[in-house]
C-alpha cells in the first residue's frame, strides 16, 4: 500500500516561513491535499489538488508537488498557526484514501 | 449552511455492534462521495471507508469484512455499522464529503467510540 512519509514536528518563529514535507514514490504524479487540525477540532482541509486554496484560507499558505515530495508552505507564520498538519492522496492502485502520519507545527 | 453532524459514538465492549449516524445538511448526500475516517487518541487520522454517489464502497484493510457503510436518502444521512469491535478501533469517528472523489472538503465535529472491557 501506498506510504506518505511526514516529520513528526516543525518549529518556527513568528513571522518566519514554515515548510512541512510529504514523501511518496512519485508522489508528483498524484494530487495531494492538506489538512489542518487544532486540538479538540475537526480537520480543515487548507490546499487540495496540490496548489489550490479553498475559499476562506489566506494565500500566505501554498503548495507544491513534484517529484517524491510535496511540500505546504505556510509564510508570514502567526500563533494561530500551531497545529497538526496532514497529507493526503488516494492511491488508486488500492482504492484507498491515505494519510501522512501529521506533523506538529510549533511557533516559538 | 453546509454541515455534517456525527451522533451514535459510546463505550463498547469487544465484540460488539455500534451504528453511527451522520446528518448532512446544505447539500444531497446521495450525490456525493462521503466517508468515515478516524482518530485514535493522540493519533493521526486514519481512512476507514468510502460510498460512492452510486452503489460503490471501499473499506481500509483493517475494518473489511467488519464495517458496513450506508446511506439513507430520505434522511439525508451517512451511516457505518461497526460490528465485532476490536480494541484497536477506540477512536473519534468523523464523516466527511470527499471532492470529486478525492479530497476531503468538509467534516463533521466527530464522535468518540471507545472499546473497552
Known amino acids: 500500500s501506498y506510504v506518505l512519509t511526514q516529520p513528526p514536528s516543525v518549529s518556527v518563529a513568528p513571522g518566519q516561513t514554515a515548510r512541512i514535507t510529504c514523501g511518496g514514490n512519485?508522489?508528483?504524479?498524484?494530487?495531494v491535499h492538506w489538512y489542518q487540525q487544532k486540538p479538540g477540532q475537526a480537520p480543515v482541509l487548507v490546499i487540495h489538488?496540490?496548489?489550490d486554496r479553498p475559499s476562506g484560507i489566506p494565500e500566505r499558505v501554498s503548495g507544491s508537488n513534484y517529484g517524491n515530495t510535496a511540500t505546504l508552505t505556510i509564510s508570514r507564520v502567526e500563533a494561530g498557526d500551531e497545529a497538526d498538519y496532514y497529507c493526503q492522496v488516494w492511491d488508486a492502485s488500492g482504492d484507498h484514501w491515505v494519510f501522512g502520519g501529521g506533523t506538529k507545527l510549533t511557533v516559538l | 449552511e453546509v454541515k455534517l453532524a456525527e451522533s451514535g459514538g459510546g463505550l463498547i465492549q469487544p465484540g460488539g455492534s455500534l451504528r453511527l449516524s451522520c446528518a448532512a445538511s446544505?447539500?444531497?448526500?446521495?450525490?456525493?462521495?462521503m466517508s468515515w475516517v478516524r482518530q485514535a487518541p493522540g493519533k493521526g487520522l486514519d481512512w476507514v471507508s468510502i460510498i460512492y454517489s452510486g452503489p460503490t464502497t471501499y473499506y481500509a484493510d483493517s475494518v473489511k469484512g467488519r464495517f458496513t457503510i450506508s446511506r439513507d436518502t430520505s434522511k439525508n444521512t451517512l451511516h457505518l455499522q461497526m460490528n465485532s469491535l476490536r480494541v484497536e478501533d477506540t477512536a473519534v469517528y468523523y464523516c466527511?464529503?470527499?471532492?470529486?472523489?478525492?479530497?476531503?472538503?468538509?467534516w463533521g465535529q466527530g464522535t468518540m467510540v471507545t472499546v473497552s472491557s
Open positions: 512519485n508522489i508528483g504524479t498524484k494530487s
Open positions: 489538488y496540490d496548489t
Open positions: 466527511a464529503r470527499v471532492q470529486q472523489g478525492d479530497a476531503f472538503d468538509i
Open positions: 446544505g447539500f444531497t448526500v446521495s450525490n456525493n462521495y
